[in-house]
């Protein structure tokens, strides 16, 4: 399931990766890329009152991101998958890639070479995520997500 969001939205767009969910940003659901081929219709967010028209259009109330993602939690929290989390480059909406500490050194401050591990880059811009990426407010935010759907 793609969920579509609005380029004025970019930040809950990357809240939404976070949770590992497809999340790219566009102005419409047609040019958000090929979906039709998945024959499952995404979801668009988005805070205009005249957007496209479109039939999964959800109008976004708030300006305050953790409100606005409040507002669409029952649309995406069956969809998020605890293993997926952390599984999807936060810029650019593209799947992580497993790697090794060794391959990604020169990425990442030396601190964190030698106290984390569970590496992952993405193969777009390069950007390294590990286990502690998160802060713990996030974490947090992510657990109660999963745990109150289940
Ligand atoms: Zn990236």
């Known amino acids: 399931m793609m969920f579509i969001c609005d380029t004025m939205l970019g ?29 499952l219709q995404p979801y668009f967010f988005t805070k205009r009152l005249k957007a496209p028209r479109y039939e999964r259009t959800v109008h976004i109330r708030s300006d305050r991101i953790m409100e606005q993602l409040a507002e669409i939690r029952p649309i995406i929290a069956p969809h998020v998958m605890p293993e997926a989390v952390m599984s999807r480059c936060i810029e650019c909406n593209v799947p992580l890639v497993a790697t ?36 713990e407010k996030m974490k947090k935010w992510i657990e109660n997500i999963i745990t109150n759907h289940q």
């Open 100 to 135: 090794a500490r060794e391959d990604v050194e020169h990425y990442i401050p030396e601190y964190i070479y030698h106290h984390y591990a569970g590496f992952k880059q993405c193969p777009s811009c390069k950007k390294v995520y590990w286990s502690g990426s998160h802060t």
């Open 11 to 39: 930040r809950l767009s990357r809240y939404l990766r976070m949770l590992g969910l497809d999340a790219p940003c566009a102005n419409s659901p047609a040019s958000a890329g090929a979906w039709e081929h998945t024959g």
